[in-house]
């Protein structure tokens, strides 16, 4: 059984003091998941690393395992179903940090607030700027500062 622990940032009320919240998530060899039940931070074959099912709140379901040949189906998030090494590791319940998915991108700082930074179109600066800069969208495609065309190689 390993054991694999996770940081998140969280602000307090006040916005003043900033703390660390340990959470911890317990990793399985998929053999000894439960089927029927949700799974999360899947690898297909062993010591591969995480690949599947590793966004904030999401969950997939151990379908059925084969132990003569060792592996196991599992229903991912999208509907697809997968087989995977049951050597893999596994974590049981879902992904922490599901209120990750509630937050909501409507507004121009709500990006600046985590951190991000704004970023600015090359074709909204100057000539001097960016290769795509200038011109007021007087010819149909964009072009080179050679004066090919970027459009239909």
Not at 62 to 71: E, N
Not at 96 to 101: A, E, F, Q
Not at 124 to 151: E, L, Y
């Amino acid at each position: 059984m390993f054991k694999g622990t996770f940081f998140k940032e969280k602000n307090t009320t006040l916005g003043l003091v900033n703390r660390i919240l340990p959470i911890t998530q317990i990793f399985f060899i998929i053999a000894q998941l439960p089927k029927n039940k949700p799974v999360c931070l899947l690898e297909s074959n062993a010591s591969k690393g995480v690949q599947y099912v590793r966004s904030a709140g999401t969950k997939a379901t151990l379908i059925k395992m084969d132990s003569r040949i060792s592996t196991s189906v599992v229903k991912l998030p999208s509907g697809v179903r997968k087989v995977f090494s049951t050597y893999g590791l596994g974590s049981l319940g879902t992904v922490s940090l599901s209120i990750n998915k509630k937050t909501k991108n409507n507004k121009a700082g709500s990006m600046l607030l985590k951190g991000r930074k704004p970023t600015v179109r090359g074709v909204a600066m100057n000539p001097v700027d960016h290769p795509h800069g200038g011109r007021a969208k007087a010819i149909a495609h964009q072009r080179t500062p050679w004066g090919k065309s970027t459009k239909r190689k």
